[in-house]
């Protein structure tokens, strides 16, 4: 689910930081660059875990970097401070076939929204639920209710107070769209499509009253 992905990057330093540590200011400005950023193909970076390395420090005159000014007699030069940083984050990114807790966001017509807390974009489309499943409308709403799981003459709910475990069938990073609708929904840059069709999957609620009803039966 975690991973340490090595990056190398060159780096605008702005002037304000000149103040601190150098390490410290590397730092900070590399959170700002990526934290709870989506990278394509290496995902959701989570923390800077380590700076493996600084060079250069290459000043390049009025490029339209961060800028800083120095002023000899009356002169003033404008110039940019650039510096090729290497380090080490911490990246979310599930591998397809992993099992992974989450909470119930939203449940609709299509599935279900799951999130970990610090990732939402987890998605359970109603073909992934485990046969036969079905939605029931809450009164009122024509999009909001709860799907329901009927096995063996029992009715299992799907509710917000129940971790739920799924599998992650696929990972993808759609295409920043050019033009988005208003009405659409906010662009993600890192989708994960899971399934709950399978024994020990969905609300772990389903499983632990399984549990008392076989030993019930016993």
């Known amino acids: 689910m975690f991973y340490l992905s090595r990056i190398e ?10 103040n601190l540590p150098l390490q410290e200011a590397i730092h900070k400005e590399l959170e700002k660059l990526f934290l ?16 493996r390395s600084i060079e250069g420090g290459f000043i390049f005159p009025n490029d339209g970097a961060a800028t800083y000014t120095k002023r ?3 002169d003033c030069f404008t110039y940019s401070w650039r510096l090729l940083v290497v380090f080490t984050l911490v990246m979310f990114r599930p591998f397809v076939g ?3 807790s989450a909470q119930l966001l939203k449940s609709d017509a299509d599935g279900l929204q799951l999130s970990v ?5 987890i998605h359970i489309p109603d073909h992934n639920f485990p046969k036969p499943s079905r939605f029931q409308v809450e009164p009122g709403y024509s999009d909001r209710g709860r799907w329901i799981w ?25 295409p920043i769209p050019l033009e988005q609708p ?3 929904k906010p662009f993600a840059p890192m989708v ?4 709950i069709d399978d024994d020990g999957l969905g609300p772990v609620s389903w499983w632990t009253e399984a549990n008392v009803v076989e030993d019930e039966a016993t």
Do not use: M, W
Request: aromatic share 12%.
């Open 117 to 121: 807390g610090f990732f939402d974009d």
């Open 36 to 51: 709870d950023k989506v990278i394509a193909k290496l995902g959701l970076c989570i923390s800077v875990y380590d700076i």
């Open 192 to 195: 994960i499509t899971g399934s």
């Open 72 to 74: 000899n007699n009356l």
């Open 9 to 18: 990057h060159t780096l605008r330093f702005p002037p304000h930081l000149l």
């Open 182 to 184: 208003k009405e659409s």
């Open 98 to 100: 992993e099992i992974i």
């Open 150 to 174: 009927d096995y063996n003459e029992q009715s299992f709910d799907i509710d917000n107070s129940d971790e739920i475990r799924f599998r992650v069938i696929s990972v993808s990073y759609p």
